[in-house]
Every structure is written in structure tokens, then in C-alpha cells.
């Protein structure tokens, strides 16, 4: 292996040697070689401070345009993290190594390209078993992740109040239990049970204990926190003001709606996920007449199972709704596909037949041609611009024909000025 770089090839083939006792006591330059690459990966983590370079990989039988389009979005979800992405490396194949995902010679050159070009961690796009997990780490130092740890990551990242974080370590440690459980399973036969546990017990066993005690009870508190608001959606029933819930794929620009409807300040970031926490404002109308305007995370496809469940009291709130708000991002050139994602979670979450309005966000970046092709695929859209507040005239106009049976008389730009 060649240590430097900027060399044309990672590697350097030596000229053929005869086969005597002194040729074959190479330690030495194996030891060197081994010292200057140490050399440079200790160098380039100086330099670089704390960000990661990646290196994004997707291996599967699926397409490779399909597997374009995953690894795009991967890149946009590794960026929104705050890694570096060095390169990206995608490849069909016939089948998933069960240990390995690719094959073992295509994982080694990977390897050594990652090394080559000084990246720090790999990212899969395809979720990792626990056993390729280890046996890829057991192949390199560098870090290996895969697309569910990366999401949990800027999950965590992004948390801020207590039931975020309670959601975010809940579907943390559901991730890593089984990952525990899998670097030995013959200690379960040996030591669990009667007469396993006390002081004799084993680290790992100690750690899935602990780990499974946590589950348990970060899922009781969360059964108080769902309490607590099946307790504030009562008094909200009963005072019969109307739920209105902004929905939509990450980063499509609902809270900068959220802000402009409702004159909030809400962090806007143009990065995915950069909302968690469920935020609730008030909007009121003409006549004293309000809503209750709530924003809630944002879908993504193939969404980890264990980040679906420990925020099912988060999405519980959406069952509520009088009205839901599907924000599309206009200019995303997959608009449509980002659309029937989120139809199909919001049928899998059993809540579709909730009336509902498509809002097409950010058409300001749309020339005159694309807003009339995205209007003739979509005709009961509306085309906006989170930006500007007149684009939301017309909207606010059907938001309220719905909720409250018939619209304003007087001017729907009204609501822009008393709204608190």
C-alpha cells in the first residue's frame, strides 16, 4: 500500500526477487510502510479538527439509477450531519453477502480507497446486520455505519426538549441491543439465567441488562409523556378549537411556513431534520376565531423501524387533526415520488382520511413553464413561497373555508396582521 495520497494508485507493485533467506526478511519495510501511513491518518485528523470524511457506499440488486437517487439523498442526510463526503461508491449486485454485504475482494478495494484518500468512516446506505457489522470493523479501523446509525445520529443532535431526547435513546438503544446480543450468544447459555448474574457476571452481559432495564424505563416515562398529552388534546376538545398539522418530507420548508402564518421564530435551517421537536403555535382568523397550528419531524423514505416507534406518540398527535397541511418542495426534482412517500406513511399510520391540502412550497425557484406543469399534475395544489406572504393569501382563504364551514368576507391578508 502507498501511504502518499496524491500518487496516481494506491499501491505500488515491487519487481520480481529471488527467492532467498535475505528477501524474505521484510519486517522492516512493512514496519515503515505501516509508520508513514500511521503518519499521514494522524497528520490529516489534525488538519481536518473533528468533521468526518466519508465515503458513501450502496450495494444492492436494486437499479443503479435507483441506487443514484438513495445515495443522493444519503449524501444530503451525511452533509446534514456535518460530514464531509469524499466520494461515492455504488454497485449492483446479484445478492446480499450475508456477512459482508458485497464481496470480499470489492469490501477490501473499498478499503483501500477509503485509506487512500484519508476518509475516516464509511457509510452504507443499505442497513448493516449486526454481523456484517462486525465483520466489516473486524477488516479496517476506520468507523463503519450504516444509513439508520447516521439518522439516529442527527436525531440526537437535533433533540432539544426532554421528549425528544427520551425518543431519540429509546431508538438508540433498540438499535444497539441486538447488536450486543449478537457478539456472543453462546454467553447466554453459559451464564444467563439463575446463578448468571450477581458479581461474577460477564461485561456484555452486564450491558444488555442495562441496556434493557433503560428500554424499559425510558418506555414507562414515555407512556407518562403520551399521557400527558392525550391530556392536553382533551382540554383543547373541549374547547373546540380546530388542529391544523403541517406534514411533509425533511427539509421542505414547514417551519418557515409555520413562522410567516404565524409570525414565530421557529429555527429554520436548509438541512434535513432540521426540526424534532414538535412545536405548537396559534393562528387566529377574523371574527376571533383561531386554530391551533402544530409542525411536526419530517418523513423520510425507508424511515428506521426503531425511530418510527419510539416517536409514535409524536405522530399520535396528527390522529387529532382537523386539517393536515402536506408541504412538497416545488423545486425538488423528485416532487412527486417525495409525495407519495408521504401518502403512503400517512396510510400506514392509519390517518389518510383526514381532509387534507397539498402546498406547494418554495415555487418561487419554478420558472413560468414548470409552475404550469406542476399546476396541471396537481390542480388542487396551491403554489407558494414560505417567503412571501402574499403567496398565502389564497391558502389562509381555503384553510378556513374548511375549518370553519365558509371563508372571511373581509380581506384574507387580515389574518397575516393579527395573527400571535
Known sequence: LNPDPKASLPWDLETGLRVEPRNLEGHDRVRAIEEEMRRVRTSSRHQLSLRERAILVSASPESLSVQEENIQELEELALSAGVDVLGKEVQRISAYHPSTLMSRDRLKSLIIHALHVQASLIIFEQNLSPVQVKTIADMTELKVIDRTQLILDIFARRAHSSDGKLQVELAQLRYLLPRLEKRSTALSRLTGGIGGRGPGETRLEEDRRRVRDRITHLSAKLARV????????ERRKEREIPVVSLVGYTNVGKSTLLNQLTGSSVLTENRMFATLDPTTRRLRFPREREIILTDTVGFIRNLPGDLKRAFLATFDELKDAHLLLHVADASHPKVEEQIERVDELLKEME???IPRILIMNKAD???????EILQARFPESFLVSALDRLTLLLLLEEMERRLFS????DDPARVLAVRK
Open 226 to 233: 403520551a399521557l400527558e398529552r392525550q391530556n392536553r388534546k
Open 365 to 371: 425557484r419554478l420558472s413560468h413553464a414548470d409552475r
Open 351 to 353: 390517518i389518510d382520511a
Open 406 to 409: 365558509r371563508s372571511f368576507s
